[in-house]
């Protein structure tokens, strides 16, 4: 069953001769149960993409349907609730909450969504694969940037999305993490039959990838394995 | 701040009223050319005919003068009273006891933290007349000025006028009207606001608390509004989560509600504080219910300077900081 998918979408900012045409005529399917990888170099349009399949930003054109409904119409409101419901945000920049200690960063969500977030069994095993059980109630300044970034992870993962949608979220980290990582992600597609979309440039994680597409000058191409 | 200023300036704007207020008038009547000043006034038997004397109802007659004694000058308002009428019921000493001849004076609290002793006599009036103090009473100042209450029928000496005139005025718990062409009256609030400097000060205050007010507003909104713009990006990222920005609003609100209310409070203790620190003599009065009110005050302003950045929340893009 095809869960994400993206139909003619168009994304420009500006206009006249300031006109920046970030995504072309882009036609994209996350399946659940798959990792699906987007590969591209910097400024192709990857973060554009990603921002629009989780209801962030508005196409210029074209429909965004997750499970069959259209959500690039949804007012701030809709979207908010459907990000909360159903995607695992991974950003490319890992912001945390520089005030909230590991563990708030995860249960702060608890006060507007107290219901359907994963079982603390789960999550500590999400913490233990990803190396940061230990950091629990450290604050961000304490943390490497490897260990905010597997942190961020493990705050999408908290939610118990149906999607999960990562940027770059191997940039900060070293060859074996990279693996464990791209072998979590895997692991959540395959076992919990979630659609993860990664979006990278990180070659490293071809290895995990049920589907890649080459993202160049906001051009799409599906490749074949 | 604000808490001390508006205590300063009911403490001063008090020590124009404690006497009429202690005295439960409603209202006044005195003779016409004195236009409301009630020192001025000058009352025949006559003109005073029309009006009883009893529980309700009294005769003052008031005149500024110089008391001295022991090396002491002090500037105090003589008020002329009868026995056993409105305002000498309303007398409540604190030390000695009432006149009981007509050279007997009971003089205001003030008098005391100045020097003047219980027994003492003094020099008082145009022709520097000699009275003995028997008594101390609080609430007694009149336009600024300690009170010496004394013998009515002494007041024509002590102020040097014919004793054609018998008093400045009536003053009454009941409505009073005029009732002869020689004599005005005045509701109490009328007669407040004529008292020399009276609204002028009230208003000069009214005017500093509030642009104190506006000010203190103005930095809690800069406060607010630099807190949040440097929370921006952190409430971008919970935005991108899916937390609503309602939330975000609503905690942002309620913590400045919190933070105002405990500033307030804080800003009350100080003030008391401070008031416990400044000599007797600089008139502070802390009035609760203005208290409240101007601490009701800063925090709905302050609640109300936090729109904006509550605006700002609401405006926050969530796609700024997945970029890069
Ligand atoms: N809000 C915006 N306004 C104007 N132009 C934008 C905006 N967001 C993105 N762009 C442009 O769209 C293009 C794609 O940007 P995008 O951030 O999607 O690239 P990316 O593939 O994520 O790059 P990177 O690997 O560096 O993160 C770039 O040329 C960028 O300048
Ligand atoms: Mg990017």
């Known amino acids: 069953m095809e869960k994400l998918v993206l139909k003619n979408i168009t994304k420009q900012f500006g206009s006249d001769t300031n006109l920046v045409t970030a995504l072309d005529d882009i036609n994209f399917t996350a399946e659940d149960g798959q990792l699906t990888l987007i590969l591209g170099p910097s400024g192709s349009g990857k973060s554009t993409l990603l921002t629009i399949l989780g209801g962030l930003q508005r196409p210029s054109q074209g429909q965004v349907a997750i499970n069959g409904q259209n959500i690039d119409q949804l007012s701030t409101k809709e979207a908010d609730q459907f990000r909360l419901d159903h995607i695992g945000f991974v950003l490319q920049s890992y912001n945390l909450v520089p005030y909230l200690n590991v563990k708030d960063q995860f249960t702060l969500v608890d006060q507007v969504k107290p219901k359907g977030n994963v079982t603390a069994q789960k999550f500590e095993s999400y913490l233990n694969t990803l190396g940061i059980t230990k950091l629990i109630n450290k604050f961000p300044t304490e943390l490497s940037g490897g260990q905010t970034q597997r942190v961020a992870i493990a705050r999408a993962l908290y939610t118990n999305p149906d999607f999960i949608l990562a940027d770059e979220p191997t940039a900060a980290l070293d060859s074996s993490r990279v693996e464990e990582v791209g072998q979590l992600f895997k692991n959540i597609a395959v076992q919990e039959d979630k659609a993860v979309v990664v979006v990278t440039h990180d070659l490293r994680l071809r290895a995990y990838a049920d589907r890649i597409y080459q993202l160049v000058d906001g051009k799409i191409s599906l490749e074949e394995i | 701040m604000i808490f001390i200023l508006s205590a300063l300036a009911f403490g001063l704007s008090r020590e124009n009223t404690t006497a009429v207020e202690a005295w439960h008038t409603n209202s006044v009547v005195m003779s016409k050319d004195a236009d409301g000043n009630l020192s001025q006034s000058l009352l025949t038997a006559d003109d005073l005919a029309d009006y009883a004397v009893n529980q309700d109802q009294a005769q003052v007659a008031l005149t500024p003068g110089i008391m001295k004694g022991a090396g002491l ?217 203005l208290i409240l009110l101007t601490g009701l005050g800063l925090v709905v302003m302050g609640t109300l300077g936090s729109l904006i950045p509550m605006g700002i929340i609401a405006r926050i893009d969530p796609v700024t900081v997945i970029g890069g």
């Open chain 2, 73 to 289: 000058r002090e500037g105090v308002m003589f008020v002329g009273i009868n026995a056993d009428d409105l305002v000498s019921r309303s007398i409540t000493l604190t030390k000695g006891h009432l006149s009981q001849n007509s050279d007997e004076l009971v003089v205001s609290d003030k008098l005391r933290q100045k020097g003047f002793k219980l027994g003492q006599t003094v020099e008082l009036g145009i022709n520097n007349q000699n009275f003995k103090i028997v008594g101390f009473a609080k609430d007694a100042e009149y336009n600024i000025a300690p009170v010496a209450y004394g013998d009515i029928k002494e007041w024509s000496n002590v102020k040097g006028v014919s004793n054609r005139f018998v008093a400045s005025g009536v003053v009454s718990k009941k409505t009073l009207v005029a009732k002869s062409d020689q004599v005005k009256a005045y509701s109490k609030a009328q007669f407040l606001n004529k008292m020399p400097g009276y609204s002028a000060q009230n208003s000069t205050f009214l005017f500093m608390i509030v642009f104190l007010i506006v000010i203190s507003v103005i930095v809690v909104t800069i406060f607010l509004y630099i807190l949040t713009i440097q929370k921006v990006e952190n409430f971008a990222v919970l935005r991108a989560q899916g937390i609503p920005s309602r939330y975000l609003a609503l905690n942002t609100l309620s913590q400045t509600v919190i933070i105002m209310v405990s500033a307030v409070a804080l800003s009350v203790i100080l003030a008391l504080l401070v008031s416990l620190v400044i000599p007797t003599q600089v008139p502070m009065y802390f009035d609760i219910p």
